[in-house]
């Protein structure tokens, strides 16, 4: 397997705000696909097969000949951890028999009208996050939503899966507004908390902010005492570092003994990733490539996703089915699916496109 | 001293339930159960009252007796240690330590060797009980679980939750001779009492493989679905064989039933409803209880096996693990 990213990356450089501050600072989840190798030791004794690693991060310029050296050498898969227009740059030059795990981007368009046929993605959607927050909401009877939006392309895109995600589980959204970084007071009623939640009854904030800076000030400062959702207070993730259940404390002390730090949604992502392919590995009983990617694409491929349940790969998008974790900084609130949402054949489809709502033509 | 207290309370255990009791011991039939996160040991009498909450070390999850039951074995596994009790008492008196995080594990037929499965480190490790030494360590597959040796004391079985792996150890040839992949996070073992077959529990397949252990090839499998549940939330962990090798009892973690199997062919004949996600089970000596333990709604279900109905179920310590019965 190869592992694919690009130096100078902007979502890797260091993202300090005012006075020194760091919210958003990401790590290369290089540690979690290490921790997905180690675990495929034992396995390949059993196997008699040995699993390698290759970590390229290419320069700009040269990421096509990295990509063409990765193509050459036959890997199993090539897991990409890219840019939106480096992923343009390798996706058009695919092969048709290479295979292809984003393990980053969380777009809908990697999934929807830019899919490519040899791409799988570990990463939960926009739309399955968000997804799971409705469903949480509608479960909790949270059914009047204040929605309130960041302006960046990132903002726009989590607020528009926000939009389908209160339209598919029956909320509604009482008013949608947009915040601005300022202190004009000609903008205050895009800048002042008590004016951004004032004036309006709802149960519940849903906040869209990537970059952070504003969403940390709004728990515990709207105008009506609500409880703040989506980029603060609940939010929802692929994974936790306090999540108890299922053998998750096992991965996380695994991961934390050989890191250094608690393990992110991206290490989960990127973890996964490798025992997905090693997963099929077993099912096919080769690591012939054309075995290993049917066995993949298989609908008996069952991953322990340290979840709960197996996962696989949903066949219309290449989207992991997954379990979302609703979670405050330190404890994991809920997980969705939740408990009474359900579904013709798997309730993990009730999150992100399903196969009728998908664009995704290959 | 406390043991002035205990033994009063134990020779009336006896006498009430001379049933229960084999030789003519000290045996209270007392269950002990761990609670993994309560951080404690919870007693129950056979009359099933708690009789008392005993303290213990930093999450207590496996429990075995030592070869006459004098002594038991406890995996502390936030310590790195294997505490040792003894069973009048349920004084601390002993500590094998430096092992790291012990799940379960299974002591050998000569008494002295105790293999170990070192969740967090991937491998299973063998210490001598009477000096706590470090004997042997084989490398596993990731979250080491269910640890089962065989009568004559040659094979180990060791199961690997994350590889989906049960490793064969041949003790005497000191060596892993074998790794046979099973289904989806496999848990505990059960030998049928030829030793014929090794039942493993496949938690998240929700099934149990059978292995012929003379081949150490898959030969079945069983599937579990009690009513009104779907296939994901059936979980099987713990199981147990009668000693007539007729019935096996597996309990089935988040659908909260405990399956019964009729062993000779391979049929769930019931499902009998338990607590919340319930894993460890034990049987009495005369096979007339099960106990079960409900780690999700912190008490412990005791089913008559013979008319298949839970009795009751008692509050205990949080999160309770494994049950061990001092009754035999």
Redesign the interface.
Same mark, same amino acid.
């Given at each position: 397997m190869v592992y694919l990213g690009v130096e100078g990356d902007p979502h890797y450089e260091p993202q300090p705000l005012y006075t020194g501050l760091s919210l958003r600072d990401r790590e290369r989840p290089l540690e979690g696909i290490r921790l997905g190798f180690? @675990?495929t030791?034992? %396995?390949g004794?059993? %196997?008699g097969l040995t699993f390698e690693l290759d970590e390229v991060i290419a320069s700009p310029e040269t990421l096509s000949e990295a990509l063409t050296d990765a193509q050459t050498s036959q890997p199993l898969a090539i897991l990409i951890d890219l840019p939106p227009e480096s992923m343009v740059q390798v996706l058009s030059a695919t092969g048709t028999d290479d295979l292809f795990i984003n393990i980053r981007d969380r777009s809908g368009r990697w999934r929807g009208k830019d899919c490519a046929p040899g791409l799988l993605h570990t990463p939960p959607s926009h739309a399955m996050l968000s997804d799971a927050l409705a469903q949480y909401m509608r479960a909790l009877g949270w059914t009047d939503v204040l929605l309130i939006h960041g302006t960046t392309d990132a903002d726009a895109e989590q607020t528009a899966a926000a939009r389908q995600s209160t339209t598919k589980f029956g909320l509604k959204i009482v008013d949608e507004r947009a915040f601005e970084l300022t202190n004009d007071p000609r903008l205050r009623d895009k800048s002042n908390i008590a004016l951004l939640t004032g004036g309006v009854r709802y149960d519940v904030v849903w906040l869209i902010d990537d970059l952070g800076d504003f969403g940390r000030y709004l728990p515990f400062a709207t105008y009506s005492p609500r409880p703040v959702i989506g980029s603060e207070g609940l939010v929802p993730r692929a994974w936790h570092w306090t999540f108890e259940r299922y053998?998750a404390p096992?991965l996380n002390?695994?991961f934390r003994?050989q890191a250094d730090r608690d393990m992110t949604s991206e290490d989960w992502a990127a973890w996964v990733a490798v025992k997905i392919v090693t997963e099929a590995v077993?099912q096919a009983q080769s690591a012939d490539r054309a075995a290993v990617h049917r066995a993949l694409r298989g609908a008996d491929l069952?991953? @322990?996703l340290y979840k709960?349940?197996?996962g696989n790969l949903r066949d219309w998008d290449g989207q992991l089915r997954q379990p979302i974790l609703l979670a405050t900084p330190n404890a994991v609130i809920a997980v969705a699916p939740v408990r009474g949402f359900e579904h013709q054949f798997d309730?993990l489809d009730t999150l992100g496109a399903d196969r009728a709502d998908s664009a995704c033509r290959r | 001293m406390s043991s002035g207290f205990f033994i009063p309370a134990m020779v009336m255990g006896t006498l009430l339930l001379p049933a229960a009791a084999g030789p003519a011991s000290a045996q209270s039939g007392y269950a002990i159960v761990p609670n993994e996160r309560g951080d404690n040991l919870t007693i129950l009498s056979p009359d099933l009252n708690v009789v008392k909450t005993v303290e213990t070390c930093a999450r207590p999850r496996g429990i075995h007796f030592d070869s006459d039951h004098t002594r038991f074995f406890l995996g502390c596994a936030d310590d790195d240690m294997i505490a040792i009790y003894d069973t009048e008492s349920l004084e601390l008196v002993g500590r094998i330590r430096g092992v790291p995080a012990p799940e379960t594990f299974d002591l050998h037929p000569d008494g002295r060797r105790l293999i170990v499965s070192n969740e967090e480190d991937a491998a299973a490790s063998v210490y001598d009980v009477e000096t706590g030494e470090f004997l042997a360590e084989y490398l596993t597959g990731e979250e080491p679980e269910g640890v089962q040796v065989t009568s004559d004391g040659r094979l180990v079985f060791v199961a690997s939750e994350a590889a989906n792996l049960v490793h064969v150890i041949d003790l005497e040839a000191d060596a892993v001779i074998a790794d046979i992949l099973v289904d989806t996070r496999p848990r505990r073992f059960a030998l049928t009492p030829d030793e014929k077959e090794l039942w493993v529990s496949a938690e998240l397949a929700g099934i149990v493989n059978i292995i012929d252990v003379e081949t150490l090839k898959l030969v079945g499998d069983i599937p579990f679905l009690p009513t009104g549940f779907r296939p994901e939330q059936v979980t099987p962990v713990d199981l147990v064989i009668t000693a007539d090798g007729q019935r096996a009892y597996v309990a089935l973690g988040r659908a909260n039933h405990v399956a019964v199997v009729e062993v000779p062919s391979r049929k769930v004949i019931d499902y009998v409803l338990v607590g919340s996600r319930a894993w460890g089970l034990a049987l009495t000596a005369n096979e007339s209880r099960l106990y079960v333990a409900n780690g999700l709604s912190d008490d412990v279900t005791v089913v008559d096996t013979k008319s298949l109905k839970p009795i009751t179920s008692i509050p205990v310590g949080r999160v309770p693990y494994d049950i061990l019965i001092d009754d035999r």
């Open positions: 180690r @675990d030791r034992v %396995l004794r059993a %196997l053998g096992q002390q695994r003994r077993v069952s991953v @322990d709960g349940v197996r309730t | -």
